[in-house]
């Protein structure tokens, strides 16, 4: 087979030309739900006239922008856009064995480069659509439910783009990720040498859920097994031919809070505002059980804090939303055994391993090493529920 791995050089996305296409050994691209995707390409290094070819070559030069894409079915995945930030050669005696690579990350990174003193009015979800837009990402902002005002309490910022919008999306329970669509007309390959790429900005749940009034439990709305190609991951010990993973490992974590005891303390006049709250998470499989119904115990996370009480309450609903995913599995695979491509944050349904595990999960992480042989990817998977044994 063809190597897998489809890379455009620069601002404009433009096609590596055929002298380092031909000499690519692999391409490597971790992804995770809400940290920055690191990248690397090696490809072979040869010495003409004294001085290195694939060093020197313009596309591979630090900061310039890599846009990596992979083919899956009859279209192709747009996996990471970003900037090169690192690069390291090997030289062999006698040449055959040398090697030049460079590693970069998404254009998140762009946003932790300089850090800024700021107060925001409005929303969190206001200042997030703000700040995406300013650098050049389609927003895909959901709202978020406390207003700040200046005659009242203000959101601070006294750090990085980067680190503001990671923190108000952890606090709300949302996500911060960068996703890619390929505009080509056909997306069946480049149009004039280029490729079409827009890069849109995530500030949301992830899956989905609807944020009601204060104490309504959210739900998930609108699920979606994803890609559409790849309905399911078939694994299990038998020997017959309908497995698409080469391994699968589960493995649960029962000792997770599933309640929050909740003490606002206002800076002011010191009085305490006490509640309760719980996980508000619909789970992925409608009859499956959440950490509380599998165990039949309450686990409490104690949380004091000063401030309003309505922000203080939204961030231990988000410590338990994130406690929640208690059942995480570990996959090895490849793009050809599955017939598609996993990325973060997709929504996908496991079967063959009997009824317990036999449940949808969300892609936590995925790690892509593209070379001439295959699409291998090792992927972390987690859930919120298990099913009844």
Not at 53 to 66: D, G, H, S, T, Y
Not at 291 to 309: E, F, H, Y
């Amino acid at each position: 087979m063809g190597f897998g791995a489809i890379i455009a050089s620069g601002t404009d996305n433009a096609l590596l030309g055929g002298d380092l296409t031909e000499c690519l050994i692999e391409v490597r691209v971790e992804q995770s739900l809400d940290e920055p995707v690191r990248f690397g390409i090696r490809v072979r290094e040869d010495i003409s006239e004294g001085q290195p070819m694939a060093a020197r070559a313009p596309e591979l030069r630090k900061e310039n922008i890599i846009t990596i894409a992979a083919q899956r079915e009859n279209e192709m995945v747009c996996l990471v856009r970003g900037p090169i930030t690192e690069t390291q050669s090997q030289y062999t005696l006698g040449g055959p064995g040398s090697w030049y690579e460079v590693r970069g990350t998404d254009r998140r990174m762009e946003l932790g480069r300089q850090c800024f003193q700021h107060v925001w009015e409005g929303r969190a979800s206001d200042a997030a659509t703000q700040i995406v837009t300013g650098y050049g990402f389609t927003p895909d902002v959901q709202a978020t439910s406390r207003l700040y005002v200046r005659t009242g309490e203000t959101l601070n910022q006294r750090g990085t783009d980067l680190d503001f919008l990671k923190t108000a999306a952890r606090e709300n329970g949302y996500f911060f990720w960068l996703s890619y669509e390929l505009a080509s007309a056909s997306m069946l390959g480049p149009v004039g040498g280029r490729l079409s790429v827009v890069e849109t900005a995530h500030f949301k749940t992830s899956p989905f859920r609807a944020l009601g009034p204060s104490g309504a439990p959210p739900s998930i709305a609108g699920i979606q097994l994803a890609p559409s190609v790849t309905p399911s991951i078939r694994a299990g010990a038998g020997g017959d031919c309908g497995n698409n993973v080469t391994a699968f490992e589960v493995h649960e974590d029962a000792e997770r809070p599933n309640t929050a005891n909740v003490t606002a303390v206002d800076q002011r006049s010191l009085n305490s505002d006490r509640t309760t709250t719980r996980d508000g998470q619909a789970p992925l499989a409608p009859d499956g059980q959440t950490i509380a119904d599998a165990t039949g115990l309450q686990r409490s996370l104690c949380v004091t804090a000063a401030g309003n009480s309505e922000d203080v309450r939204g961030r231990a609903e988000a410590a338990l939303a994130d406690a929640g995913w208690f059942v995480t599995a570990r996959v090895s695979t490849t793009a050809h055994m599955l017939r598609g491509i996993l990325q973060p944050h997709d929504i996908i349904a496991v079967e063959g391993i009997g009824i317990k595990h036999s449940i949808p999960f969300r892609v936590k992480k995925v790690t892509h090493v593209i070379n001439a042989a295959d699409h291998h990817m090792d992927l972390e998977l987690q859930s919120n529920v298990q099913m009844g044994s």
